[in-house]
């Protein structure tokens, strides 16, 4: 299982501790003043960022909603800039999404990171070749394969195994890279 939840709050925590006070969450589904039930990627990463801004009485979480891709996540923030909606972080639902961001930053002549901040999710080796490059909650995805691979392995080796499946959730880790820099380029 990722860890969809504590990585958003970690996320938008790196994002205050870096001074930020208006974080646009990007990527959100439409209607999210109220957390859906599901379980879904998508839920569980607003939950997270929800929970992170609420908990912070000088931040201010605003959701915006966009398709996961980074065509849709530059039209949206281009059109947040040119709606005069102020923000100094953008916490994205995804690194497709977060790079977007930053292509729409970069068409307003908005600073990244002087003026805003961006943190992606997921790790996708392109943030680290974006410029700036891509400060991230990188999921390690090979380590959780190679944990489901071997989990597989021993059912397939031990088929009456009356032992239950267990349930593991992927660690993940926050890679500060350029777009959270607290002095900028």
Known sequence: MLPNEAGAAAACQHLIDRGCRRILILGTREGVDEPHVSPMTADTRW???LGAVTANPHVEGIPLPCDWNSLDARRAVVEAIDAGIGFDGVFAMTDSVALGALRGLA???VNCP???KVMG???VLEGQLSVPSLSTID???SALAASAVGMLMQRIENPDD???GRREVAEFTLVERESTALSAP
């Open 47 to 49: 939950l997270g960022a």
């Open 107 to 109: 068409d307003r002549s």
């Open 114 to 116: 002087r003026e805003v």
């Open 121 to 123: 999710f997921d790790g």
């Open 139 to 141: 999921l390690g995805v």
């Open 162 to 164: 009356p032992t239950p």
